[in-house]
């Protein structure tokens, strides 16, 4: 068998495209338009590329970008603050506190101070709970990414068979109780779990979020599931001959490939998903705050 590949950045142009649509509408219908705080603390080069890169989806989209750049230095009291701000602005749909921040800061703090309802990356334990009780809330953007692609590529995913690999806030939590919403039996895989390969081979979806660069070979795959690799890990890349690295996900995607039914890709996979789905989640979070329908297929 060779697996479909599954294209996350041609289903991310068409998230986009249904935001940018419904954008245009809520200016022209309401006079609104959603807006994106992004804050950055310090330099790291990594941090620097994805904000600049949420900003200029956010304009493309035509939405109000508000980047925010604070020294590393900065205090958590200074911070707060500007959370504060920008959760009293009603022009700030979503905020974002790009991570990870220097040490003398704590994220769990800085999630906390976020008001919920603006929390366009799910983290704040109120979304959590939300999600986990079954209600709206705004979800982790990852998570909601790679379920649109699982319905995308399957329909129902009603009674599948699914393991998580990885069990962080950010994704494999979130994930596991996404799919558990759409009647999956879900298995959570971690570090301790005994047998990996044993579990995953039961599985009609595998969810790969680890961070362990080619962990999931094919022979643990079973013939025809559905595989979402999350992880981006960057290795050397000898063949190359330049000394340059290149980019795996967490599933050894040659192997994989030959197995399953259909695959994410790395990169062109989840990445490309995931800042569609902070577009998805702003757009959401203004027509929340507006008391407006929010649009089919965007959220849960
Ligand atoms: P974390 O480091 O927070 O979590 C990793 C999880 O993997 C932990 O639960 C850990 O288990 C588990 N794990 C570690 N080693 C093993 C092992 N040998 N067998 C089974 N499970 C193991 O990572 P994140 O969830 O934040 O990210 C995971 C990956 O996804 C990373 O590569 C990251 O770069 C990528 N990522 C990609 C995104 C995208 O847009 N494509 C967005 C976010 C993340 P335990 O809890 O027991 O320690």
């Known amino acids: 068998m060779t697996a479909e590949i599954i294209d996350g950045k041609s289903i991310a142009g068409e998230v986009r495209g249904q935001v940018a649509r419904e954008v245009a509408r809520l200016k022209a219908e309401h006079g609104l338009t959603p807006g994106l705080a992004v804050v950055l603390v310090g330099e790291d080069p990594a941090s620097q590329v994805y904000v600049r ?3 200029q989806q956010t304009v493309e989209v035509g939405m109000n970008s508000f980047e925010h750049k604070l020294d590393a230095g900065v205090s958590s009291e ?4 500007l959370i504060d701000r920008l959760n009293a ?4 749909h979503g905020i974002l506190v790009q991570f990870p921040v220097p040490d003398h800061l704590s994220e769990t703090e800085i999630v906390s101070r976020i008001d919920p ?3 366009v990356d799910g983290l704040h334990v109120e979304n959590a709970g939300l999600l986990a009780t079954g209600q709206k809330a705004m979800v982790s953007c990852t998570p909601l990414g790679c379920l649109m692609m699982l319905r995308r590529q399957l329909g129902s995913l009603s009674g599948l068979n699914a393991v998580v690999i990885g069990r962080s806030n950010l994704v494999g939590k979130p994930m596991a109780q996404l799919l558990l919403g759409e009647s999956c039996t879900v298995t959570i895989a971690h570090s301790r779990t005994r047998d990996l390969p044993g ?3 039961r599985a009609d979806i595998v969810i790969a979020a680890v961070g362990r660069p080619q962990m999931v070979p094919g022979d643990w795959i079973k013939p025809g599931a559905t595989v979402i690799d999350v992880g981006i890990n960057r290795i050397a890349a000898p063949e190359r001959g330049d000394g340059k690295t290149r980019l795996v996900g967490d599933v050894d995607f040659e192997s ?5 039914g259909a695959i994410t890709p790395v990169p062109g996979g989840v990445g490309p998903m995931t800042i569609a789905c902070l ?3 702003t757009l959401t979070a203004c027509c929340r705050a507006n008391g407006l329908d ?3 297929g965007l959220t849960v």
Do not use: H, I, Q, T
């Not at 602005?89 to 700030?92: F, I, K, L, T």
């Not at 994989?256 to 399953?260: E, F, K, N, P």
């Open 53 to 55: 890169s949420k900003g």
């Open 78 to 81: 200074e911070l707060y603050a």
């Open 89 to 92: 602005d009603p022009a700030v």
């Open 117 to 119: 309802a603006k929390d």
């Open 199 to 201: 579990v995953v081979r």
């Open 256 to 260: 994989a490939a030959r197995v399953a």
């Open 279 to 281: 577009l998805a989640n």
């Open 294 to 296: 929010e649009p089919e």
